[in-house]
């Protein structure tokens, strides 16, 4: 089994943060220090001979976190404000969870359903999900409908509370 590689840093001159940017991170801009974070994480890699784009460090860093991508995390970052059946159109972007996974996607169609407070949303996600929690075999779905209701939570074909996509903001 071979040693892993380690390259110490070469020293370089730390940049102080520059005020802009400082006063953004106080504020607390969760958007803000995860752009921080992958700028440092660019600039570490670099000093150890590991070229990165601006780009690739900013989601190696969403996948550090937990997220799929950089847009997830920056969705899901943003502050929260409810999202209504009303704020919903054809060809917006949104970012919600399907079945315990975090997606993005793009909202293809909203119907209303013979039962009160309950809708159809048809939606095509920007990366496929597995539906399936079998090591064996693998279901990837990329095209969801689902029901939602009135506060874009997933619920049942009576409208009772269910599993299944939530939209819980929009990009």
Known sequence: ???PVH?????????????????????????????QQAKRLRKALASRKMTVSHTGSLELLAQSHGF??????????RKREP???ADLGIGK???????????????????????GG????????????DVVTSERF????????????????PVLANGTRGPGLSVDLLL
């Open 1 to 3: 089994m071979t040693q």
């Open 7 to 35: 390259n110490p840093p070469e020293k370089s001159e730390q940049t102080p943060v520059e005020l802009a940017d400082f006063a953004k991170i106080a504020s607390g801009d969760p958007a803000e220090m995860l752009k």
């Open 68 to 77: 799929r991508d950089w847009n997830t995390a920056i969705a899901m970052t």
């Open 83 to 85: 999202v209504r059946i």
């Open 93 to 115: 972007r949104f970012a919600g969870s399907y079945l315990g996974h975090a997606v993005c996607g793009q909202i293809r169609g909203v119907t209303r359903t013979p039962v």
């Open 118 to 129: 309950v809708y159809r949303i048809e939606v095509h996600l920007d990366q496929p999900v």
């Open 138 to 153: 693998s279901a990837l779905r990329q095209r969801i409908a689902s029901r939602i209701n009135e506060d874009c939570e």
